[in-house]
Every structure is written in C-alpha cells, then in structure tokens.
C-alpha cells in the first residue's frame, strides 16, 4: 500500500513478471474504455524492479496485463502505491467520463492503517500486533463502509454508464502449513488472516449496496501460493522493503489478473 510509514514495506504483495505482450487481443473487449483505480496492488508494487513513474505503476500489475491481451478502445492507469479513498478522489477520478465503460478498483487497507499493522506486527510482540489488529479491524467495521460509500458515488457521478470491478485483497498465509514456517509466529499468521477476511467482508459489502459494481475475490487465486507454500506468489518481509506483503508477478497474473477478468 505504502512505502512512507512502511506501508509497502509491509503491507501488501508483488505481482506476476508476466507482461502479457504478444498475447493475443480478445474480441470481447473491443470498444472498452477501461480506467484503472487504487493503491499498490493495482498499481503493481513488488511485480517489478523498474516501474513506470513515482507511483509504482507496473507493467506486471494486472491492469498493464489487461490492457496488453485485450482490445480496448483507450487506458488510462492511475492507480498509485499509498493512495486512500480521498486520494483517488482527489488525484485519480479526474480520468473517469461518460465514455468510460470499464473502471477497476482496490481500496481500503490503507484507509484502516494496515501499514501501522504489519509493521507493528513484524516488529513488536504478540500483544502489539493483535492490538494493531484490532484497532484496523474496528475502523473497517466501522468507518469504511462510509468511506467506500462516499467513493463509489463519487465514481459512478464520474462515470455513469461504467462497470466497476472492486477487487479484493488475498490472506496472507497458508495456515496448514505454518508449522515449518518461518518468520511471524501462528499467532499473528491467523490474526493477519482474519483481519484480511474482515476487509473483503466490508468491500464486498459496500459494492453489495451500488448498481453496477462487482466484488472479485482473489483468496481462492492465492490458494497454494500463500506464505508458508512452496511456491509462494506473496511477499514475506523483502528488500526492498516495499515489496513486503505484496503480490509477486505471479500473483498479479496467475490470481488477480484472472480475478479481475472473471467480473468484467
């Protein structure tokens, strides 16, 4: 999500080194103005060691993938490493008209603080983390339904005729396999989980009450390729720092990229 406060560095998961150059266009897509929306795991933080712009934006991220295998009419890329509700209020819907028949969207871990959470839990003890835990889950309860409700409104005024696809963020860990693994204790694995499941629980939601948009779940795409597997497509804590907790290549073309499709 973040890499200031160590939200990248902790927060998210890379994505696939798959460029989908060469793949063949799909006739379905033809006529799309599509728009990509969000933070860093649509920008496509830990995909890549060259990104395209401050933002991080990748060609490995599952919007460049989409844009590359499909035939669309125009693509716009905002999405942004760090970027809350407001930011993509601000910053990221200026893209969005009538034409536009297509938007995808990843927000919400940065609007509870999940920087402060992984940090808080790689580096301080159990009761830390859980607190941190605890803390985030309480916000999205309770505070991002009405965040999200207020950035859905503002992108279907933006883009009246549009399909919105709001993907969701994947669990962070292979619990069944957490025994021989190393790094953060079972303790925090099954709470980082569980609040991972309590985010998707409040966007799916949120998209629930708008005409139009679709939820997209990547969990079961990340399944055999959690932390703890042996073929992971998620980040542990790496250098640099912010790739910690986000996709690999892998997972932004083996789990989001199909994800995506799937609610377009």
């Known amino acids: 999500m973040r890499r200031p406060s160590l939200l990248a560095a902790f927060v998210s998961a890379a994505a696939a080194l798959a460029f989908g150059l060469g793949a063949a266009p799909a006739a379905s897509a033809a006529g799309q103005n599509y728009v990509a929306l969000g933070d860093s795991y649509s920008a496509g933080v830990g995909s890549t060691s060259d990104y395209l712009d401050s933002c991080d934006r990748s060609?490995?991220?599952?919007?460049?993938?989409?844009?590359?295998?499909?035939?669309?009419?125009s693509f716009s890329f905002q999405a942004c490493t760090g970027a809350t509700a407001p930011d993509i209020e601000n910053n990221q819907l200026g893209a969005l008209n009538s034409a536009t028949t297509l938007v995808s969207l990843t927000d919400g871990g940065n609007d509870v603080g999940f920087s402060t959470v992984m940090t808080d839990c790689v580096l301080y003890s159990d009761s830390t983390c859980l607190n941190a835990i605890n803390s985030a889950e309480d916000k999205a309860r309770n505070q991002l339904p009405g965040i999200l409700d207020t950035l859905y409104g503002d992108i279907r005024s933006a883009a009246p005729g549009a399909h919105v696809v709001v993907v969701g963020y994947p669990e962070f860990y292979d619990l069944a396999n957490s025994s021989g693994c190393v790094g953060l204790d079972n303790t925090k694995r099954t709470a980082l989980d569980d609040a991972a499941d309590v985010l998707d629980g409040v966007i799916s939601d949120a998209v629930s009450r708008q005409s139009g948009f679709t939820f997209t779940d990547v969990r079961g795409g990340?399944?055999?390729h959690e932390l703890c597997d042996s073929s992971a497509w998620l980040h542990s804590l790496s250098w640099p720092v912010s790739d910690s907790?986000?996709?690999?290549?892998?997972?932004?073309?083996?789990?989001?990229?199909?994800?995506?499709?799937?609610?377009?």
């Not at 919007?63 to 499909?70: A, G, I, K, T």
């Not at 290549?249 to 499709?261: D, H, K, T, V, W």
């Open 245 to 264: 907790y986000h996709p690999t290549a892998s997972g932004q073309s083996g789990a989001y990229l199909p994800a995506f499709e799937a609610g377009v």
């Open 59 to 73: 060609t490995a991220a599952y919007p460049y993938l989409y844009s590359q295998s499909h035939a669309l009419d």
């Open 222 to 224: 990340f399944s055999g």
